[in-house]
């Protein structure tokens, strides 16, 4: 299995303004994932981070919005660009488990964002 | 690409019952198929899956079925408890392939007293 630690929980940003959440693992692994959650509504995948390379994103997701680093095998970032009041979701960082975990998403605690 | 319908969007179970919910996918080559359960607040957390090569799993009170020609795929909680009331998503991919994964849009499970 693996333990990824997020933060910040939860924020309140204005409106124009950027944050960034830090996602951690508890072991090494290849790809971290980056989620999307808004209000009532399902898992959506932003990106994949890769340790040495850029990040891959999904259709309708841009690096200038949602710029990614991922500086180790153990950490990544998200930044959230620019907001607005659309941006207010929950933000699910996410892992793959490995040897009998294989297939299976591990996912950090989310953080919170709400724009006013 | 692959596409996953989930329904119903809201159930609601008197405690005892049964609770049963259905997805269907896109994909012929989709080969795993899990379920997550999302307690309010809460992260995510898989509570079974199944592989294109099963027709059937069962863990204690749950269980998944798979109909690979009918490319539909659901699961089946017996004995509802009041723990049981979440929020469940299915999904599809290749296994091995996390980055691949698509999800259902959630079925919100309510357990009544």
């Known amino acids: 299995s693996a333990v990824i630690s997020q933060k910040p929980s939860r924020d309140i940003c204005q409106r124009g303004t950027s944050l960034t959440i830090q996602c951690q693992v508890d072991?090494?692994?290849?790809?971290m994932f980056w989620y999307r959650q808004q209000p009532g509504q399902s898992l959506t995948l932003i990106a994949t981070a890769n340790q040495g390379s850029e990040a891959t994103y999904e259709s309708g997701f841009v690096i200038d919005k949602f710029p990614i680093s991922r500086p180790n095998l153990t950490f990544s970032t998200l930044t959230v660009s620019n907001m607005s009041p659309e941006d207010s979701s929950i933000y699910l960082c996410s892992v793959e488990g490995q040897g009998v975990y294989t297939g299976e998403l591990f996912f950090g605690e989310g953080s919170r964002l709400t724009v006013l | 690409g692959e596409n996953v319908e989930q329904h119903p969007s809201t159930l609601s179970v008197q405690e005892g019952d049964s609770a049963v919910i259905k997805c269907t996918y896109s994909d012929s080559a989709s080969n795993y198929f899990p379920w997550y359960k999302q307690e309010l607040g809460k992260r995510p957390q898989l509570i079974i899956d199944i592989r294109s090569n099963v027709g059937e799993k069962k863990d204690q009170r749950i269980a998944v079925t798979l109909n690979k020609t009918a490319k539909h795929f659901s699961l089946h909680i017996t004995e509802t408890q009041p723990e049981d009331s979440a929020v469940y998503f299915c999904a599809a991919s290749l296994y091995s392939s996390a980055s691949k994964i698509i999800f259902g849009s959630g079925t919100r499970l309510s357990i009544r007293p």
């Open positions: 072991s090494q692994v290849t790809m």
